[in-house]
């Protein structure tokens, strides 16, 4: 099971947001950078990293933030937010990261999902973002009323190499993750699946350890690190 710690970028901070609210958000004091520090001086390999401002604009607005990470610490990245181009693609991957996630360019677009994932192969991954079943996209803002598992039955064959789940109504909220609507989006995926929103304790990562689903890869820790309900010390105990 492979852990991501989280960092959210918006104007060179770490800040959480509550269900994707930007309006309700937390700023925390240390930097993206030293946080990147902080996890792999744990022992972190993984780093699942969000461009706030870029999901916002639909540029690579903390393209700079990335390099530098990925300069300073050799950890495996997966950066999304607002990733609506081959060229922002070109970017990251240019940069030195592992993954690019795609989003609502991809959902709204799946000419140019299927044709990331053949330019990029291994390197695209697919964040699909449902509130009671339904797909949301654009900062989750807009409701497309298509089922997620239909979306993904529709693109199953295109090549996406990882698959970020997140319930939206658990993001940010640290009640427990979706683990029942992860487990069937395992099970539909030809591709590995990693578990998002909502991490609340140490229970939540053993859980998703014992999860009887081999394609569910890993899990994203965010919010409950910064408030310290996660140890980064408990949590890389945690490390396969």
Request: include cysteine.
């Amino acid at each position: 099971m492979k852990i991501f710690p989280a960092i959210d970028i918006k104007e060179k901070k770490c800040v959480r947001l509550i269900k994707g609210d930007f309006e309700n958000k937390t700023e925390y004091k240390t930097s993206p950078i030293d946080q990147a520090g902080k996890y792999k001086d744990h022992g972190f390999k993984y780093l699942h990293i969000v461009d706030l401002d870029g999901a916002l604009t639909g540029k690579t607005v903390n393209l700079d933030v990335i390099q530098e990470i990925v300069s300073k610490y050799d950890l495996k990245i997966e950066i999304g937010g607002g990733i609506r181009s081959i060229d922002s693609i070109k970017q990251y991957i240019d940069a030195g990261v592992e993954k690019v996630i795609l989003g609502s360019g991809a959902i709204k677009n799946k000419e140019f999902l299927k044709d990331a994932c053949q330019k990029y192969k291994k390197q695209i991954a697919l964040g699909l973002d449902a509130k009671d079943g339904n797909l949301y996209v654009s900062g989750w803002k807009e409701n497309l009323s298509i089922k997620t598992l239909d979306f993904l039955k529709e693109v199953n064959s295109y090549g996406v190499s990882r698959i970020i789940y997140t319930d939206i109504n658990r993001d940010g909220m640290k009640t427990s993750p979706n683990f029942d609507e992860t487990v069937k989006i395992a099970k539909l995926s030809n591709c590995p699946v990693v578990i998002s929103g909502g991490v609340s304790s140490i229970n939540d990562i053993k859980k998703a350890k014992d999860l009887d689903n081999k394609k569910i890869e890993g899990i994203i820790v965010g919010k409950a690190i910064y408030d310290g309900d996660i140890k980064l010390d408990e949590l890389a105990k945690e490390l396969d």
